[in-house]
């Protein structure tokens, strides 16, 4: 177990509505990546944040954003759901310029 | 844009045999290389990779890199029926940013 915490664990949305997902960092990790993973297919990255500021973006749409809290915990929005965007949603925390990063057991989103 | 490719893309062995997962990489201002473990939905690390020729060991698992070939290959011994899983290999450069592969399905039977 990696101390990263995420929630929920699965959801199901309609298309077109909003998401927030959520994920707690390992303790003095302040450095928080998301990756989505589609089936059969390796984690793609989606943004990382540092500090409460975004720190790089990989390639998606900007109806996919990001916050991080003083507390490092941070969350994953998702505008306007598309079918496409059903996935496992991973967040990975790491220490302070450090490549090591360590995940969360993931959502389970599904787009109906 | 940064690239991981890794092969094969599933492997079915019996309960005992060695496996070699194998991946390349094309990744710019490369730092390291990383493997993981994912059976149902975290990846579990396993070993992350910076300098060339020098092996990583744990238990049955070892690992090595070629940054001049640009490619890891990661061995398991004796497999068993847990080792099961799919390995995930990820280059990371100097925006921290982890560049996965599609990841090889492992599967042992008994």
């Known amino acids: 177990e990696t101390g990263v915490t995420q929630s929920p664990t699965h959801l199901i949305k309609t298309r077109g509505q909003q998401v927030t997902l959520r994920c707690s960092s390992q303790s003095g990790h302040n450095t928080v990546s998301w990756y989505q993973q589609a089936l059969g297919q390796g984690p793609q990255f989606i943004f990382q944040y540092y500090r409460e500021e975004e720190n790089g973006r990989g390639n998606f749409p900007p109806r996919f954003s990001g916050l991080q809290f003083p507390n490092y915990s941070s969350e994953l929005n998702v505008n306007a759901l598309e079918l496409d965007d059903s996935a496992l949603y991973l967040c990975a925390s790491s220490l302070p310029h450090s490549t090591e990063a360590f995940f969360g057991q993931g959502t389970r989103l599904t787009v109906v | 844009e940064d690239k991981v490719v890794q092969s094969p893309l599933s492997l079915v062995v019996h309960e005992g045999d060695t496996v070699t997962l194998n991946c390349s990489y094309e990744?710019?201002?490369?730092?390291?290389l990383l493997w993981y473990k994912q059976e149902k939905k975290a990846p579990t690390f396993l070993f992350m990779l910076?300098?060339?020729?020098i092996e990583k060991k744990s238990g049955r698992l070892s690992s090595i890199l070629d940054k001049k070939e640009l490619f890891s290959i990661l061995n398991i011994t004796a497999t068993q029926t847990g080792d099961s899983a799919v390995y995930l290999c990820?280059?990371?450069?100097?925006?921290?940013?982890?560049?996965f592969g599609t990841g090889t399905r492992l599967q042992v039977t008994l």
């Open positions: 910076t300098s060339s020729g």
């Open positions: 990744v710019t201002n490369f730092r390291s």
């Open positions: 990820a280059g990371t450069g100097t925006a921290s940013k982890l560049t």
